[in-house]
C-alpha cells in the first residue's frame, strides 16, 4: 500500500485564521496569507508522486483553491491531539500528515519524508519554535498523541519522547519554520520567493513586509 498524503488545515476564513497576524495584519489579510499558504501547501502535495491518496483534513468547508483530485474529510475531535489520531485513522494505513504553517516545503522534501517512512515506523519534521511540521505513521495509532501538550514550545521534544515511549523507531526530516507571526512570514516568504504566500505578503502593504 502506497502512503498517504494528508493536509491537515482550517478553511481560510477572515476571524478564524492566523490570528497571530493580527496585529499587524488586519483579519481579512491574515485569511488572505493563510489561503496562499494552503495554496503553496497543496501545490507541493500534487508534485509528490511517491504517495497514494490526498487528503485534505478540513476544519471548514472547502473552496475554490481546492485543487482537483483531492479527497475532503472533516476534521474530528476535541483537540488538536484528537484530531491528529483521527486523521491518521481516516488514512488506515501508512500517512505523512503536513499543515498548511509551511507554505515553503516542496514535493522533494514530502517525497523524502515518505521515503524515510518507508524505512521506519515513525518521521518526525521539527521547526525550530519547538513544534514540529511533519509527522508520519506507518500505522494508525491515537496513542502517538495521548499526553502531548500541542501548541507550546515543547510540543516537538514531548512528542518525539511519546514516541520513543511506545517503540516507534523515529526518522526525523529537516527542520522547516512554520509562519506564526510576522516576522516568520517574512522570513517563509524570503525562503520561497516565487510561491503563492511570498507574491500575497507582497501584495500587502509595504509597511507589512519589510521587517
Known sequence: MRPALLVIAKAPVAGRVKTRLCPPCTPGQAARLARAALEDTLAAADGVRSC????????????????PGWEVVAQRGDGLAARLAAAFA?????????????????????DAGLAALARTDAVLGPAPDGGYW????????????????MSVAGTGAAQRRRLDALGLRTALLAPLRDVDTITDARAVAAAAPEGRFAAELAALAPGLVAA
Open 134 to 149: 511533519a509527522i508520519g505513521l506507518r500505522a494508525p495509532a491515537a496513542a502517538v498523541f495521548d499526553g502531548v501538550p
Open 52 to 67: 497514494g491518496r490526498r487528503v485534505l483534513v478540513l476544519d471548514g468547508a472547502p473552496g475554490p483553491w481546492l485543487p
Open 90 to 110: 481516516c488514512a488506515g494505513g501508512p500517512a505523512l500528515l503536513v499543515g498548511m504553517d509551511t507554505p515553503q516545503v516542496t514535493a522533494a522534501r514530502l
